[in-house]
């Protein structure tokens, strides 16, 4: 089969490579339409965490099975089902969970090896552009779900990344009323298109305490310190970003004003459903997503990093 290799830092290739062993219980899924996430781009810079060489990225999917006439989006966290975070339907924080493209090989690919209950039918009508975001729009369902935001609230997003967007997304077709924050002023515009109440450059043009949640897509200290300023006392500030491992957190300032403030991984399974539905019922615009080939997938990943005003979300298209 071929499929797009990360070889360490910012070296892809795309080629040819064995075809994935499909274990008792497991299906081939024929890849059709492929995300590069924001956590995709982590090795790319350098910052490979737990990933080792050469390994094929991605884990957000759509495709399907042979013999089966149906399309499916892919649930790419692997749990054991049996640890107590499991048995809370808390799938995210397994104790052993794994994902696609972290430490198995993902989807950058023609075909991957996963469990069928890892497939989820994609309702008739909704094309593959829309329900390959399902996994980043999950993130951002899960993170408001946890933060109990509700229609009557002020959330404010920093950082217009894919999931920043969603997050955006999420919460105007939900009537909450939302502020972006991004530099980057072609980001800016589309997370008004996306329903953004208002936009700034920089969390210096708001006002502190105007937020009831605040959303930290980025995960750099300047941003987690920002979501804790501008949110109002007895606020909550959720950070879903991973832009930085450590950092200093203003906890004096938390304390007097009783913030709330957490980190978020992922989704569970039933985030993941309901933000399919979602979509499917409320689709966003897809002026902001460029599809390339597969084999065009090192000029993608460049682009995400060199020209950020340009390509906000990349797809790959196998084949």
Known sequence: MKALTWHGGPRLDYGDRPAPETPPGAVALDIALAGVCGSDLHPYRGHHGPRTPPLVLGHEAVGSVAGDDGRYVVFPIVACGACPACLRGEENLCETRGLLGLDRQGVFADTVAVDPAALTPIPAGVPDEVAVLTEPFACAVSALRYAGAAPGQRVLVLGGGPIGLLTVHACAVRGIEVIAVEPVAGRRALAQRLGAAAVAASVDDLGAGQVDIAIDAVGIEPTWQAAVARVRAGGSATVIGLGQAEGVVAVGDMVRRGITMRGHYAYTRADFDAALATLAEHPPGL??????????????????????????KALLVPG
């Open 287 to 312: 002026e902001w997503l460029t599809v390339l080939r597969l084999s065009e997938g090192a000029e993608a990943f460049r682009r995400l990093v060199e020209e950020p005003e340009g390509t906000v």
